[in-house]
Nanobody
């Protein structure tokens, strides 16, 4: 599957953004999906993931209660709604796909990646 992320930009602290990741192909619903992010000088880290049906979701502790991952299997798109944003959320955000019903939170377990979209949160 090929992934195309969009929706990044500049937002003030406390603001909101919604990222989208559009997938090509007719088997999107077979993929577990996730968002990762990489801040300057840091390694790529897990943000959120969800199961093929979208029923099960997982978040890193720092975004729980602020970010929501969701998907639309008709539109072949996964979303990341980000609210109450903080300067430390500044990073390039990547969507990723894993052709499995098992959701994972490590980057190495995802075989398809989008190109990344830059999110900058100003204080």
């Amino acid at each position: 599957v090929q992934l195309q992320a969009s929706g990044g930009g500049l937002v003030q602290a406390g603001g909101s953004l919604r990222l989208s990741c559009a997938a090509s192909g007719r088997t999107f619903s077979s993929y577990s999906m996730a968002w990762f992010r990489q801040a300057p000088g840091k390694e790529r880290g897990f943000v959120a993931a969800l199961s093929r049906s979208g029923v099960s979701t997982y978040y890193t502790d720092s975004v729980k209660g602020r970010f929501t991952i969701s998907r639309d299997n008709v539109k072949n798109t996964v979303y990341l709604q980000m609210n109450s944003m903080r300067p430390e959320d500044t990073a390039v955000y990547y969507c990723a796909a894993r052709n499995s019903m098992l959701v994972r939170i490590t980057a190495d377990e995802y075989e398809s990646w989008g190109q990344g979209t830059l999110v900058t949160v100003s204080s």
